[in-house]
């Protein structure tokens, strides 16, 4: 598998510098990185073949692979992993947008918080029922 996207040193050192200063934290940069690294995994011909054989070596090969960023952000992985290139990138920037400000001490997390709610209630509750609940 020498054919498949390989983890650059300056990622590895840019990741102990990310630990120093915050160990539950990545920059936004290095998240989006991460991802796209992991959409481009998913296109590869050897991780195609090896999840289409056995879902859970698949799985298995992508956390090592992916080690820090799996176990800083599993949920986040995971969709990646599932959703692929159907991730809906513009919601995860929103979000990542608002990790910012709050590591910037622009923004509470609970009004981050909900400000993210509330995108998603839009985005994913139908005008209809909206309108409904405002009206009665």
Known sequence: ????????????DDDASD???DPTSMSKEKILKYIDQIKTM???P????????NEATFMTYMNQMFDKFSERYPA???????QGDNLNMGMLLFMLDK?????SNEMTRFNASS???MKIFKEFVPKDILD???MG
């Open 115 to 117: 400000e993210v709610g």
């Open 76 to 82: 986040l992985f995971k969709m990646v992993i599932v």
């Open 42 to 44: 998913l296109k590869n």
């Open 1 to 12: 598998m020498s054919d498949l996207p390989q983890i650059t040193q300056e990622m590895i």
């Open 99 to 103: 990790m910012d400000k709050i590591k």
């Open 46 to 53: 050897h991780c195609v073949r090896l999840r289409q054989r």
């Open 132 to 134: 409904k609940e405002r």
């Open 19 to 21: 630990l120093k200063n």
